[in-house]
């Protein structure tokens, strides 16, 4: 269930949170982890709608639509509001989440190549040696899961060199430049990345404590 936290004219990025499903639909809005409103479908959000909050202050909420994509916008009064930073918590979370569905994808992969013999997979380079990629992802995460910040280094200096084998691969084998692979992989070294800002966070609100 997509989430936001909003920051408020008082500065607390804690008190406002709204939880959502698909479409838009069953739109919840938290104070203080109390629900103080419900909007069931699109369409209400769509015309918009004004909700008393309890310090006497009025929320309005709308769905701003765009060509290409529909965000939620806020105003507490007439101010406008910007949702909070995701808490360095959910964000290092993310990222070992990421190595492990690596590593159990690769572990999958491996054992279809190694042990099954599915020939598509084969096909594609992928053998035995896809079961040790996902042992090192697997540790990998458990390590970025103890804020290691080598180990973020080491998971984006695999993918480059994962990306580089891939591409030779591809070109000695007729298959072209494997420009989905590599945007893919792309993708993946941005979004490890922010682990360096994940731990750097976490650090700093620890020695804040």
Same mark, same amino acid.
């Given at each position: ?103 159990? *994808?690769? $572990? +999958? ?8 013999? #599915?020939? =598509?997979?084969?096909?594609? /380079? !992928? ?9 090192? *992802?697997? $540790? +990998? ?8 910040? #080598?180990? =973020?280094?080491?998971?984006? /200096? !695999? ?9 030779? *691969?591809? $070109? ?9 692979? #590599? ?6 070294? !941005? ?19």
């Amino acid at each position: 269930m997509p989430a936001e936290r909003y920051v408020l004219e008082n500065g607390d990025d804690e008190t406002l949170a709204l939880l959502w499903e698909k479409g838009w639909q069953n739109l919840q809005v938290y104070w203080q982890n109390e629900r103080i409103a419900h909007l069931p479908d699109r369409q209400q959000l769509e015309k918009g709608e004004s909700i008393s909050l309890p310090d006497g202050s009025t929320l309005h909420i709308s769905l701003e639509k765009s060509f290409l994509s529909s965000r939620l916008n806020l105003k507490q009064n007439e101010t406008a509001l910007s949702p909070a930073d995701m808490p360095p918590e959910m964000m290092l979370g993310n990222v070992y989440g990421v190595l492990f569905f690596i590593a159990a *994808f690769s $572990l +999958l992969a491996g054992i279809g190549a190694a042990f099954l013999d #599915i020939r =598509l997979l084969q096909s594609f /380079g !992928v053998g035995e040696w896809a079961i040790h990629f996902s042992l090192i *992802f697997f $540790l +990998l995460g458990v390590l970025v899961r103890r804020r290691s910040t #080598i180990a =973020l280094v080491i998971a984006i /200096g !695999v993918f480059v060199l994962d990306g580089m084998i891939e591409t030779s *691969f591809a $070109l000695n084998n007729g298959y072209g430049f494997p420009t989905m692979a #590599i945007l893919f992989r792309l993708i993946l070294i !941005v979004w490890v990345a922010q682990g360096f800002e994940a731990i750097r966070r976490l650090k700093e609100k620890e020695a804040a404590l």
